[in-house]
C-alpha cells in the first residue's frame, strides 16, 4: 500500500463526479492499489509472476483478500499458475484470484488473532493496508479510537462519548511521559510528550501539535482535550489537584499565587466554547464543524505554568451567514439567540425588539438566514442551555454584561437586515415624500442606531459622482442584494475578529514567555459538491500541510539517514509539489485569479469567463489540472487527497474586498460607542483585529483613500498567502507532532467502520509511508559533541578523548543495540533516549543535593559562628553586670551584717548590764 498519484489522469477521471461516495472511496483504493503495483520494478516476466503466486501460497493458508470492495478474511482452498481459490467465512461459493492480480488482491494473515489490536501499527507484520484496516477496525469495537502510527497518533472518532476516557484522573496517570510503545494510545499521552519535550528537550526548542483530518473527523474535540491538559499541567502546583507534571525532581516553582493561576486557566479554557459558537456550524458530516483555522500558542513560563495564550484565526468561513448548504446550518450563535428570544432568556435592550418569535413553531421560519432544519422543543432547550454556556463563558472571559448584550443585538440585525429584499426597498425608494421603510430594516438600524433612511440607501442605491456630484441610481436585484449580503458579511467578520481580539488581549501574557506549545487546528481538507473560493484556500492550506508533513516527517528521515552513510530502506512517498506549484506559482492558479480581481469590469460574468478561459489555456497540459468535460465554468485540481472541480461563478466576486471601505465608513458613524470602537479606522480594534485574522483584509483610514487607490487592493487570497505564508514559518520554528483524525464512516454512527473510506483517509495522510518510515523508530538525533557535552558530566567513568568514541562507550555501557552510529551523529529510540535523560535528571539531582547540602552545610556554619560570637557578647556583658552586681549586694551586705553585729552586741551588753544590776540588787535585799 503506497498512495500513489502519479497517474493523475487517471485519478482526475475518477474524480469527475464531485462529491465522495463510498463508490467513489472504492474506486480510489483500488486506483492506489494498481499505481502502487504498476510502480513496482518489473524484474521478470508475467508467467514467472504467475508461477510466483502459485508458490507463495498453498492450501490452508490463512489469507486477506480483497473481494467486494472489502478487505475480508480467508482461507486458500487451492493455487494454481492461473488463479487462487480462497474461502471466505460465511460464503458457500469460493472467491477467484487471478494469479496475475495476487499481489495486491492478497496478502499474508496471522491465523490465531494476536496482534490484532497493536497499540503502534509499527508492531504489525505483515504491514499492509489489511492489517492496518483490521487493527484500526478491532480497536475501534474495543472502544480504543486511539493508534499510534510511529510518532503520529491516529485518532478515530466513536461518535459515542466513552465514559471515563478523559476524566482528570488521567491526566494525573499521563503526567510522566513514557515511550510510545510501552503506554495505551491516547490524546493525554501526545499532550504528555509535547509539554514533557518543552521541558527537557535538548534545546528547549518550542513545540507545536498540528491536528489534521477531514470534516467530521473530531479535530475540534482534540484539540480542545489537548489544550484541557496543558492548562491543567500548566497550573501551579498546589493547583493541580494531586496532579504533578513529574518531569524533573529538582524543577522549581517561582512563588505565585495560585488564584493567579487558577483564573488565567479559566479564562483560557472559556475561550473555546465562545470560539467554537461564533465560529463552528452544523454541515453535513459534522454537527459541530469548525468553519474557521485557529492557532493557538499556550504561553509557558520558566518554571514551566500556563501565564497566557494568544490565538490567531485563519479564513473564517464568513459566506456561511448569507448562504449555506441544504441540511445545514447557520452558526450556532444564531440558533442559540433565537432559543433564548424565544425562551424569554434574553431580550434586546432597545425600543424596537421582536413582536413575535415564532413562526409554526419554528423561531428560524422568519429570517430568511435561517434555512429550516431540526427544530423541536428538545432542541429548543438544548440551544438555551448552549445559550447559558456562551453567556457564562463570556463572563469567565471577561466580557462585561453590556458587551455581551452589544453583541447579541448585533447578531439580531444582522438577522433582521437579512430579510431585506429589493421588493422591500423598492417601494420605499417610489415614495420620495413620506417613505415607509421595510419594518426588518428599521428594527436593524435601530439595534445598529443608524438611520433608517441612511442605511437604506447604502444597499439600495448606488452612488456615481459626475463632475464632483453625487448622483444616486436605484440598485438592481442583484446590485442590493450583493450589497446586503456584503455589509452582514462585514459586520459579523468585524465582530469576529473584535471577540477574538478580546480574549487574545485578555489572555496573552503581561511577561515575555520562556516558552510555549502551539495548537494548529486547521480545516480539513473539503470536496463539496459545489466548490468555490472557500474551498480552494482551505484545500491549499491542506496542500501547504501536507508539504511540510512530507518534508519533515518523510523526506528529511530518509535524507538524513543518507547524509550520515546509514543505509535504510528507501520508502516511497507522495511528493505534491507540482500541485503546490501549479497552486501559489507567479503563474498559478491563485495569481491568475488576483489578476482577474484587478481588472475593473462592471459584470462578474465577464470576469468569470476570462478567468475559465485564461485557466485552460495556460494549466491544461499541467498533471495536476484537468478540463472537466461537462461544465464550462468550472477547472479541476488533482490535490493529493483526490480530485476537486471548483467552480468560477462568483469566485472573482468573493476574492474582491467590495463595499468593505463603505461599510466601514457607515458603520462608524453609528451611535453605538461599540459599534464606532468595532470600526474605528485608525483605532485598536482594527490593529487588533488586522493581527488576529490575518485572512480577513482591514480597510484604511478615510484619510489614507488616495494613496490607497495608488497600490493594489487587498484580497483574500492574497491575505491568506500571506497569513498562511507566517502561520508556517512559526511552526517550521517548533518541534512538530502530529495528529491524524479519521472518520470512520459518513453516517457520523457509533460501530460503523467504512474501509472504502478510511483507506482514503489513510492515503490521503500517508500514514503508512509514515510507519514504514517510523519502524527505523530513531527519532532522536544529535552530534556526537553535542552529546558529549551533555552526558560527560553523568557519565564520569567513561573517560574518552575522541566524542564519537565516548557516545559509542555510553550506549555499550546502557546496552543500546538499537542505537545507529552515523557520520556525524548518533540516532537513538525515544526509549534510549528517555532513559539516557532520566539518568542524567538523577545525576543532576544528586549533584544539585550535594551542591546545596555543602552550601547550606557552610551557610548554617556562618550562621552558627556568628550566633556564638552574639551569644558570648550578650554572656561578657551579662556577667559584667552581674559582677558589679555582685559586688555592691556584697558592700551592702558587709555594712547591714555589721550594723547588725554592733546592734546584738549593743542589745546582749545591756541585758548584762540589766543582769547584773538585778544580780546586784537581789544580793542587797
Same mark, same amino acid.
Given at each position: ?65 480483497? *473481494? ?87 485518532? +478515530?472518532?466513536?461518535?459515542?462519548? +466513552? ?210 432544519? $431540526? ?83 447604502? @444597499?439600495?442605491?448606488?452612488? @456615481? ?68 473560493? #472557500? ?9 501547504? +500541510? ?17 547524509? #550520515? ?12 509539489? *507540482? ?9 498559478? @492558479? ?71 471601505? $463603505? ?263
Amino acid at each position: 500500500f503506497s498512495p500513489r498519484f502519479s497517474n493523475r489522469n487517471s485519478c482526475a477521471a475518477g474524480e469527475k463526479a464531485g462529491a465522495m461516495s463510498s463508490a467513489s472511496a472504492s474506486g480510489s483504493s483500488a486506483t492506489l492499489r494498481s499505481i502502487e503495483n504498476q510502480e513496482r520494478p518489473k524484474v521478470a516476466p508475467r508467467r514467472r509472476k504467475q508461477q510466483t503466486a502459485a508458490k507463495q501460497y498453498a492450501k490452508g493458508d490463512h489469507v486477506w483478500v480483497f *473481494a467486494e470492495g472489502l478487505w475480508s478474511a480467508g482461507t486458500v482452498e487451492s493455487a494454481s499458475t492461473d488463479s487462487i481459490l480462497v474461502l471466505l467465512p460465511g460464503k458457500e461459493n469460493l472467491h477467484s484470484v487471478p494469479a496475475s492480480k495476487a499481489a495486491e488482491r492478497l496478502a499474508a494473515r496471522v491465523a490465531d488473532g494476536t496482534g490484532d489490536t497493536p497499540s503502534n501499527l509499527t508492531s504489525l507484520t505483515p504491514l499492509h493496508e489489511a492489517t492496518v484496516l483490521h487493527a484500526l477496525q478491532q480497536r475501534l469495537l474495543l472502544d480504543k479510537p486511539y493508534t499510534y502510527a510511529g510518532p503520529t497518533l491516529v485518532a +478515530l472518532n466513536p461518535y459515542k462519548e +466513552l465514559a471515563g476516557y478523559y476524566d482528570d484522573s488521567l491526566i494525573a496517570a499521563f503526567s510522566r511521559p513514557e515511550p510510545a510503545d510501552q503506554c495505551e494510545p491516547h490524546i493525554y499521552g501526545v499532550a504528555a510528550k509535547v509539554y514533557a519535550g518543552m521541558c527537557m528537550s535538548w534545546d528547549k526548542q518550542p513545540q507545536s501539535i498540528i491536528v489534521s483530518g477531514e470534516s467530521g473527523a473530531g479535530k475540534t474535540f482534540s484539540a480542545n482535550f489537548l489544550l484541557r491538559y496543558l492548562a491543567v499541567m500548566g497550573r501551579e502546583p498546589s493547583a493541580r489537584d494531586g496532579t504533578t507534571p513529574g518531569i524533573s525532581e529538582n524543577t522549581s516553582h517561582t512563588p505565585s499565587k495560585s488564584s493567579a493561576s487558577q483564573g488565567i486557566v479559566e479564562q483560557i479554557m472559556a475561550a473555546n466554547p465562545l470560539l467554537e459558537a461564533f465560529g463552528n456550524a452544523r454541515t453535513i458530516n459534522n454537527r459541530n464543524s469548525s468553519r474557521f483555522g485557529k492557532y493557538t500558542k499556550v504561553q509557558f513560563s520558566a518554571s514551566h505554568t500556563v501565564i497566557g495564550t494568544s490565538t490567531q484565526t485563519y479564513l473564517l468561513e464568513r459566506t456561511r451567514v448569507v448562504n449555506h448548504a441544504p441540511r445545514e446550518r447557520n452558526f450556532h450563535v444564531f440558533y442559540q439567540l433565537l432559543a433564548a428570544l424565544e425562551s424569554g432568556t434574553w431580550s434586546p435592550r432597545s425600543e424596537h425588539w421582536l413582536e413575535s418569535t415564532t413562526a409554526g413553531n419554528e423561531p428560524f421560519g422568519m429570517f430568511a438566514l435561517l434555512q429550516p432544519c $431540526d427544530w423541536d422543543d428538545a432542541v429548543a432547550a438544548t440551544e438555551v442551555q448552549n445559550f447559558m454556556a456562551t453567556q457564562s463563558a463570556m463572563a469567565e472571559a471577561g466580557f462585561f454584561a453590556q458587551q455581551s448584550d452589544q453583541i447579541l443585538q448585533v447578531l439580531l440585525a444582522i438577522l433582521h437586515f437579512g430579510n431585506v429584499t429589493h421588493d422591500m426597498c423598492a417601494a420605499a425608494t417610489s415614495d420620495k415624500t413620506s417613505p415607509v421603510y421595510p419594518r426588518d430594516l428599521m428594527i436593524a438600524a435601530a439595534l445598529l442606531q443608524l438611520p433608517a433612511a441612511k442605511l437604506h440607501q447604502h @444597499i439600495a442605491q448606488r452612488c @456615481i459622482v459626475v463632475s464632483g456630484e453625487n448622483f444616486y441610481n436605484d440598485c438592481t436585484v442583484q446590485e442590493l442584494e450583493s450589497a446586503r449580503n456584503s455589509f452582514i458579511m462585514s459586520l459579523y467578520d468585524s465582530l469576529f475578529n473584535w471577540i477574538l481580539a478580546f480574549l487574545n488581549a485578555k489572555n496573552t501574557a503581561c511577561l515575555k514567555a520562556a516558552n510555549h506549545i502551539a495548537l494548529l487546528d486547521i480545516f480539513g481538507f473539503e470536496r463539496l459538491a459545489m466548490n468555490s473560493l #472557500e474551498q480552494l484556500c482551505i484545500n491549499y492550506a491542506n496542500e501547504k +500541510l501536507q508539504q511540510h508533513f512530507v518534508i519533515h516527517l518523510l523526506k528529511m528521515e530518509q535524507d538524513e539517514f543518507e547524509r #550520515e552513510n546509514l543505509t535504510v530502506q528507501r520508502v516511497p512517498y507522495v511528493d505534491n509539489q *507540482a500541485c503546490l506549484a501549479l497552486l501559489e506559482s507567479s503563474v498559478g @492558479i491563485l495569481s491568475l485569479i488576483d489578476e482577474q480581481s484587478q481588472l475593473k469590469r462592471r459584470r462578474s460574468q465577464g470576469r468569470s469567463d476570462s478567468l475559465i478561459t485564461g485557466m485552460h489555456a495556460t494549466f491544461s497540459k499541467q498533471e495536476c489540472y484537468y478540463v472537466p468535460k461537462r461544465s464550462a465554468c468550472e477547472f479541476g485540481v488533482v490535490h493529493f487527497a483526490g480530485s476537486v472541480q471548483y467552480d468560477t461563478r462568483d469566485l472573482v466576486a468573493k476574492n474582491t474586498a467590495k463595499h468593505e471601505q $463603505d461599510h466601514y465608513q457607515l458603520l462608524h458613524s453609528s451611535g453605538s460607542a461599540f459599534l464606532q470602537e468595532l470600526f474605528a479606522p485608525l483605532g485598536p480594534a482594527t490593529a487588533s483585529a488586522s493581527a488576529a485574522h490575518p485572512a480577513s483584509p482591514v480597510p484604511p483610514s478615510p484619510r489614507s483613500r488616495t494613496s490607497t487607490r495608488k497600490r493594489r487592493a487587498n484580497t483574500v487570497i492574497r491575505s491568506f498567502r500571506t497569513s498562511l505564508s507566517q502561520l508556517f514559518s512559526e511552526v517550521e520554528s517548533t518541534h512538530p507532532h502530529y495528529i491524524r483524525c479519521i472518520a470512520p464512516n459518513s453516517n457520523a454512527q457509533p460501530g460503523q467502520f467504512d474501509q472504502a473510506k478510511v483507506l482514503a483517509q489513510l492515503s490521503a495522510c500517508g500514514v503508512l509511508e509514515t510507519v514504514r518510515v517510523s519502524q527505523c523508530g530513531h527519532p532522536f538525533r544529535v552530534t556526537y559533541t553535542e552529546f558529549a557535552a551533555r552526558f560527560s558530566s553523568t557519565f564520569t567513568q567513561i573517560s574518552c578523548m575522541d566524542a564519537k568514541a565516548f557516545t559509542q562507550a555510553v550506549c555499550e555501557s546502557q546496552r543500546f543495540t538499537t542505537a545507529l552510529f552515523g557520520r556525524d551523529k548518533v540516532f537513538l529510540t525515544e526509549h534510549c533516549a528517555m532513559q539516557l535523560l532520566e539518568q542524567r535528571a538523577v545525576v543532576s539531582a544528586k549533584r544539585a543535593t550535594r551542591v546545596q547540602s555543602l552550601w547550606r552545610g557552610r551557610r548554617q556554619q556562618r550562621a552558627f559562628s556568628a550566633q556564638k560570637r552574639a551569644i558570648e557578647s550578650v554572656q561578657k556583658r551579662w556577667k559584667a553586670i552581674f559582677a558589679v552586681r555582685d559586688a555592691s549586694a556584697r558592700k551592702l551586705q558587709h555594712a547591714i551584717r555589721g550594723l547588725l553585729t554592733r546592734r546584738r552586741n549593743e542589745r546582749e551588753a545591756a541585758q548584762r548590764a540589766a543582769r547584773a544590776a538585778a544580780t546586784a540588787a537581789a544580793a542587797l535585799t
